[in-house]
């Protein structure tokens, strides 16, 4: 088969493509990204053929804040949410889709696989149908699919478990519709209305769960607030295998002998960019717990960009092999990527999560909601909370309990066998899981 995967060129969107993509490659599929230019080598190191966006949708989202330096002045809310969804992700959608249109004259694939907010594949879907192989969406953040309990879909809340909370939830919901759903619903039909395409007269997030031909989740069940009206078109598919041996053990790799409990803390490989944030609090929270050993991971920068003194219970890294990190630690401490949480819960660890900006803060609702872990909602914790969080995780069994029944479940669901299924049923092509394409 020939299968065009399209990105959103920010690490935490193109990484699960990748992922996919290499699991394609290696079933023996023939596979082109068509993403940002800065992301290259990235694509090309899984030995797909990169392609890069038209020139108005190539943006290098790596770090968001110097693409778009006025997002530094929004507070999290409806309007940081409005500024994300019409400037990173619809105004690039009319190029993205003549760049999707551009790789079909010379790679007809027969599936593309487009990562949720990649919104020039909703504009494709939203055209007939003729015009376009099958298209999987991925959703590399929670499930954006309208709630039974009548909250925000964006908002912390848990589910409701009374008419009271139901009725309050609407109400809250009813301000988010005109603070959120409905501008932006009205700014995307203004870009329809300039390519000729009629108005979308459903809520923008479920028209991307519920318009393609399948939509693959990148979790568990268990791990998403329920609902009783999903798309049967929705494939909840675990977590992607975790590429081995991305980078060298550290020299340090032997202390990690199960003599103290191992805290492993990073920032992921986005927001990084001021360690302030999250892994300098947790190293001084817990420099005194002398049965902790803290290993921090600076996402790829150097070491040495986190600023000392660095307590002597603590081990830093670069990069370290997550699969081997993730089987030694007793705890993750994180500001709530989607992809990390998931991959921490397929071993079993439990959390302490961090983070409240783009997708971070309802990946930290799920931790708390689920049991799995404790969610200070906060981009910046103090020490103080980040003890008291670390040391009630790690003493309270309830926390390991609860991610190791979520574990199981990751186990029970064979992740690459899934994607192949779902792609012969989309494509009407048998045989997909042989790598080539049977008569």
Same mark, same amino acid.
């Given at each position: ?12 969107? &193109? ?290 960009? &986190? ?54 803060? &309802? ?77």
């Amino acid at each position: 088969m020939k299968i065009l995967i399209v990105s959103t060129p920010a690490i935490g969107h &193109i990484n699960p493509l990748l992922g996919i993509g290499r699991v394609l490659i290696a079933e023996g599929h023939d596979v082109a990204v068509l993403s940002g230019s800065v992301m290259r080598t990235r694509i090309e190191a899984i030995g797909a053929t990169f392609r890069a966006l038209p020139e108005k949708a190539d943006i290098d989202l790596r770090n968001i804040a110097e693409a778009f330096p006025e997002i530094k002045t929004l507070s999290p809310g409806p309007e940081l949410s409005r500024f994300y969804f019409e400037r990173v992700f619809i105004d690039p959608s009319i190029p993205q889709r003549e760049g999707i249109r551009q790789v079909l004259r010379d790679f007809p694939a027969d599936v593309i696989i487009a990562g949720s907010l990649f919104l020039g594949a909703l504009l494709m879907l939203l055209g007939p149908r003729s015009d376009r192989p099958a298209i999987v969406i991925c959703g590399t953040t929670p499930l954006l699919w309208h709630r039974d309990d009548g909250a925000p879909l964006v908002s912390t809340l848990p589910p409701a478990a009374s008419d009271a909370q139901r009725r309050e939830y609407a109400a809250l919901s009813e301000g988010y519709s005109k603070d959120f759903t409905m501008p932006v619903g009205e700014y995307l039909n203004r870009c329809l209305a300039a390519i000729g395409i009629a108005p979308l007269s459903m809520d923008i997030l479920d028209a991307i769960v519920s318009r393609p031909d399948g939509y693959l989740q990148l979790t568990v069940p268990s791990f998403e607030f329920p609902r009783k009206d999903i798309p049967a078109s929705v494939h909840f598919i675990g977590a992607l295998p975790i590429v081995p041996n991305q980078a060298p053990l550290p020299s340090w790799a032997n202390e990690l002998d199960g003599s103290r409990k191992v805290v492993l803390v990073t920032q992921g490989t986005q927001a990084n960019h001021d360690f302030g944030q999250l892994i300098i609090p947790t190293l001084a929270a817990l420099a005194n717990e002398p049965d902790l050993l803290v290993v921090a991971t600076a996402g790829g920068r150097p070491v040495d960009a &986190i600023p000392g003194p660095i307590p002597s219970n603590a081990r830093l890294a670069s990069y370290l092999p997550f699969e081997w990190a993730l089987a030694k630690a007793d705890l993750f401490v994180t500001n709530g990527g989607y992809g990390s949480v998931n991959q921490a819960l397929s071993f079993g660890v439990p959390l302490v999560t961090a983070g409240v900006t783009e997708d971070k803060g &309802i990946v930290g609702a799920r931790v708390a909601w689920s049991g799995v872990g404790i969610n200070l909602a906060t981009n910046e914790p103090t020490p103080d909370a980040l003890l008291e969080a670390v040391r009630a995780v790690l003493d309270e069994p309830n926390y390991k309990a609860h991610a190791l029944a979520m574990a199981k479940e990751f186990a029970s669901i064979d992740t690459r066998s899934e994607i192949l299924r779902i792609l012969e049923q989309v494509s009407g092509i048998p045989g997909v899981d042989k790598g080539r394409r049977i008569a």
